[in-house]
């Protein structure tokens, strides 16, 4: 079965605090994604990366970096947290399915509280 | 512009019914469409997938149509469960941007015993 794990399942910081979210696979997936979930705005893609060293933005980078040092490791950065960046964080990676798509599987996510 | 929309954010039916959700979008590109489903505190996992160039795919009790004229795509639950209550979201992607989705809001299923 496809693992992806969440460094935490909930985080309290305070406002001006850097965050480390860190996401790991074990399925040796090329593509991993982190979202935010926020209600009546579905998930919204906040970066991506195709491959190790390799980063793309979505649509809402504003105020995130990504790392991807490791193939199976993809890390989500605060560099100042704001109480705006209050949410439910999801991680994912991607692997091709038989019928062409590519089927994403995700973590069990971080909810953080930013205070 | 939000290209993928799901315009339903709620539906509740009875136990053994049939569930419809559907699912809007507007970007022609997009040659996948896949839904999810998602109960608390977990993740999203992935449910059932339609290409471009099929109509329908039907899995178990799961079916997703595709009408590609009307840009539109809906999943029909049937016989709907209690276990099937779950916050359902639309996806879409296309080829040239392989693996990167685009996701509607999702529409909270609840199905009553």
């Known amino acids: 079965d496809v693992k992806v794990t969440q460094s935490s399942r909930y985080l309290v910081k305070r406002t001006g605090e850097k965050v480390f979210l860190e996401c790991v696979q074990d399925m040796d997936h090329e593509n991993m994604f982190w979202y935010r979930q926020d209600p009546g705005l579905g998930l919204r893609l906040i970066y991506f990366?195709?491959?190790?060293?390799?980063?793309e933005k979505g649509d809402i980078p504003e105020g995130y970096s990504v790392s991807r040092e490791k193939k199976e490791r993809f890390s989500l950065i605060l560099e100042s947290a704001s109480t705006n960046q209050t949410s439910m964080y999801l991680c994912a990676s991607s692997l091709q399915g038989r019928q062409g798509h590519y089927e994403q599987y995700f973590g069990p996510g971080t909810r953080l509280t930013v205070t | 512009d939000q290209q993928v929309k799901q315009n339903s954010p709620s539906l509740s039916v009875q136990e053994g019914r049939i569930s419809i959700l559907n699912c809007d979008y507007t970007?022609?590109?997009?040659?996948?469409f896949l839904w999810y489903k998602k109960y608390p505190a977990e993740g999203p996992t992935f449910l059932i997938s339609i290409s471009s160039i099929k109509d329908k795919n039907e899995d178990g009790r799961f079916t997703v149509f595709l009408n590609k004229s009307a840009k539109h795509l809906s999943l029909h639950i049937v016989p709907s469960q209690p276990g099937d209550s779950a916050v359902y979201f639309c996806?879409?992607?296309?080829?040239?941007?392989?693996?990167?989705?685009?996701f509607g809001d999702g529409t909270t299923l609840t199905v009553k015993p």
């Open positions: 970007n022609s590109m997009f040659d996948y």
């Open positions: 990366s195709y491959d190790v060293k390799m980063k």
């Open positions: 996806a879409a992607s296309a080829d040239t941007n392989a693996g990167k989705s685009t």
